[in-house]
């Protein structure tokens, strides 16, 4: 699996204590999942098996992504942020 990054912002940086975090990933839910293995108090990130309504999902800071069973390439960068923020 392929080496890709998570950064977080807003009040996912808060909840994971940290900026980013490294994990081996296939897919956009096998990062996530990978997300709440390192941070399991975190157990509203997905729903029904999708991204919770309330946090947004960026793929190199490109743009905005909802399937779940997306690929992803070793250095990719998941940005995850509040649905909330920005402006």
């Known amino acids: 699996m392929p080496d890709v990054t998570i950064e977080f912002y807003g009040i996912p940086r808060e909840r994971a204590g940290r900026a980013e975090l490294t994990v081996q ?6 990062a996530l999942a990978a ?3 390192h941070c399991p108090a ?4 997905r729903r ?3 991204l ?3 946090y947004r999902l960026s793929v190199d800071g490109q ?4 399937e779940m069973s997306e690929r992803l390439t070793a ?5 995850l942020l509040s ?5």
Do not use: K, Y
């Open 63 to 66: 743009r905005f992504v909802t």
């Open 35 to 37: 997300v709440q293995r």
């Open 42 to 45: 975190w157990d509203d990130l």
């Open 75 to 79: 250095g990719t960068r998941l940005l």
């Open 25 to 30: 990933a296939a897919t956009v839910a096998d």
């Open 48 to 50: 029904d098996g999708r």
């Open 52 to 54: 919770a309504p309330h």
């Open 83 to 87: 649905a909330d923020a920005g402006g």
